[in-house]
DNA sequence: TCGCAGATATTCT
DNA sequence: GAATATCTGCGAG
């Protein structure tokens, strides 16, 4: 899969959070296991900013575990929580700048079979939501810091393109611990699934 | 549908 | 040493 011209190149990231958060809806994350390729068209994200977001991971300065969202866009942050969940992140801004887009959901495109058998036969709910779609993908703090721009193992690849008024702007979820400001702020964009499930099955 | 327990890495004191 | 986390699955109703 290298030099597939449809990958997303690191100039897509190293923008606003917000921007490229809204650019992804629709793209496609890819991930290779071997000789098997599972793939989702992304329907959900949510936007992270650095010192002046207090939802974001990096609000209180650069530690070790949120470093690499200061570093080269287009990198991959995974990180565990909650004792049992993984989040797979995407790394945007320059160099320098912290700055990340979550990714919350996706419809599930292909290997759903091995995607279904990850998440222990589960037919529903196999990849909307940010813990589940890492289980079903198979991603863990393995592909931290991972380089989404080279084409393997994962990356992301243009898709559907979206038209400006399919897209909802939401509040964020699961902040209750940020300030109300970033608690009420915009950062979450939604792909209502009916519209969106019409346009990529054919 | 709703409420809650779960189990540990990371960070703060 | 203690608190908290960008959530999910399960059991009760």
């Known amino acids: 899969m290298r030099n597939n011209p449809s990958i997303l190149q690191r100039s ?17 994350l890819v991930r290779q296991i071997g000789a098997h ?3 989702g ?26 470093s690499v969202m200061f570093g080269q866009a ?8 909650y004792g049992m969940h993984n989040m797979f992140n995407i790394v945007t801004e320059k160099e320098g700048v912290a700055g990340a887009v979550l990714i919350r959901s996706l419809i599930p495109q292909d290997g759903v079979d091995r995607m279904i058998a990850n998440r222990n036969g589960a037919r529903r709910d196999v990849a909307n939501g940010p813990a589940r779609l890492c289980k079903a993908l198979e991603i863990d703090r ?3 810091k991972w380089d989404l721009t080279v084409g393997e193992r994962l990356w992301l690849e243009n898709g559907t393109t979206v038209a400006e008024q399919h897209i909802q702007a939401l509040p964020r979820i ?6 109300q400001k970033d608690r009420n702020a915009l950062l979450r964009f939604c792909l209502p699934a009916e519209k969106f499930k019409m346009q990529i099955s054919k």
């Open 12 to 28: 897509f990231y190293e923008r606003d959070a917000a921007s490229v958060a809204r650019d992804l809806l629709g793209k496609s």
């Open 37 to 39: 390729q599972l793939a």
């Open 41 to 66: 068209a992304i329907n959900e994200v949510e936007a992270y900013y650095g010192a002046h977001d207090s939802a974001s991971h990096a609000s209180r300065g650069r530690t070790q575990r949120n």
């Open 74 to 81: 287009g990198m991959a942050y995974v990180y565990f929580v």
């Open 142 to 144: 393995g592909l931290n």
């Open 174 to 179: 699961g902040i209750d611990y940020a300030e």
